[in-house]
């Protein structure tokens, strides 16, 4: 196994050691201190390459506005919630559900109270001086997934031309916003779309939003859910605004435990992490530096977290590790999720849900 050299190990260490203890006036002050670890940037702009390495530390304001319909899975966007995670993140990913906001037809024109929902999120995070990104978030059956309750069906021959006349909508829509307003094409594109099929449809897809937006930084994910393990076949479009995401669950039995939405639940139980999953933790995330290293494409670890069903003792473990092994490589992240079963916060309560608030942050 390849290492990473050792300027960028002990540069790595250094961002541990510094996110862990805070930045001393000592550490600010030598000049031996250690640079942070920056991403490969070889294929993209100087705008992109320093948004992605500003993406730092995230969170997924998830299971709101990619419900079926707002509310649907237990929680609104609370206003409230813009200062929370202003406070205390430095990126917000917005997943939203348009498809099941559009009209049915080809032409899915966007529902103008819900675009103005979306717009009222956005703008206020921009406001607090965040980097935003929105997605197109379950399409369902664009991947060929089952529907969820109270999510309608189209007609599968418009289900790509939807899409595109989805992003032709939100890009000119935002066109004029900062350019800390990042748009990813599709979450977790998998099923029907792995491979060339999704390859192709990215393509198409930026060429649209290229239309409107020639310069605004744009994810694109590999398929397989986003899979690291589906970087290779992920061929990106000629464009120098791309960042790549990727998620990861791993280990999956553990983070997905108790699931009731998976067709065969994983069972209760399982702690994290033994070496050999601290193991698989790491070389994920080292595979897809590799990926990064020899293709100059920055990542954004779009999505990773534990099911609140899981022990908190392991949730805490887990997180902290997948922190740690993004951040020693420079890779930016966005938690999932903030405020739902995987929260890093108690609606109830309305307090952080500590031992994962300490694991994210401290
Ligand atoms: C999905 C969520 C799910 C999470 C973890 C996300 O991409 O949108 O519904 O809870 O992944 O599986």
């Not at 203890?21 to 940037?41: D, L």
């Not at 965040?130 to 189209?154: C, K, R, T």
């Not at 080292?286 to 899981?310: D, I, M, V």
Request: with cysteine; aromatic share 8%.
């Amino acid at each position: 196994m390849k290492f990473i050299s050792t300027t960028r190990w002990l540069g790595a260490i250094a961002v541990a050691f510094l996110s862990t203890f805070g930045t001393t006036a000592e550490a600010q002050s030598s000049s031996r201190a250690p640079s942070r670890v920056v991403q490969p940037c070889a294929s993209v702009t100087p705008q992109t390459c320093t948004l992605a390495n500003s993406l730092g530390r995230g969170i997924n304001l998830g299971n709101m506005l990619e419900a079926p319909r707002e509310g649907d899975w237990g929680v609104k966007l609370d206003p409230a919630y813009i200062d929370k995670v202003a406070g205390a993140f430095t990126t917000v990913r917005l997943p939203v559900r348009w498809s099941n906001h559009a009209a049915p037809t080809a032409d899915a024109r966007i529902d103008e109270a819900f675009a103005a929902r979306v717009d009222q999120a956005v703008d206020a995070l921009l406001a607090k001086n965040m980097v935003v990104i929105i997605n197109v978030h379950h399409y369902s059956q664009l991947s060929g997934d089952s529907l969820h309750p109270n999510e309608f069906a189209v007609d599968p021959a418009v289900l790509e031309t939807r899409l595109l006349n989805m992003w032709k909508q939100i890009a000119a829509r935002y066109r004029d916003r900062s350019p800390r307003l990042i748009f990813e094409l599709l979450n977790e594109p998998h099923g029907r779309l792995d491979g060339e099929p999704w390859n192709q449809l990215a393509k198409q897809t930026l060429e649209v939003v290229r239309a409107t937006n020639p310069n605004r930084t744009v994810i694109i994910g590999p398929g397989g859910w986003n899979a690291v393990g589906e970087l290779p076949k992920l061929r990106l479009p000629a464009d120098r605004n791309l960042i790549v995401s990727i998620h990861n669950y791993d280990p999956f039995p553990f983070t997905h435990q108790g699931i009731e939405f998976l067709a065969k639940p994983h069972p209760v139980g399982a702690t994290c992490c033994n070496e050999s999953e601290r193991k698989a933790i790491a070389d994920a995330l080292e595979t897809a530096r590799r990926w990064s290293q020899a293709n100059g494409y920055p990542l954004h670890l779009g999505e990773f977290g534990a099911y609140e069903k899981a022990d908190m003792k392991s949730r805490e473990t887990y997180t902290r590790i997948v922190r740690d092994e993004a951040e020693r490589r420079g890779i930016g992240w966005t938690y999932w999720e903030f405020a739902s079963s995987f929260g890093v916060y108690s609606p109830k309560t309305g307090a952080w849900v500590e031992p994962i608030r300490r694991a994210l942050l401290d």
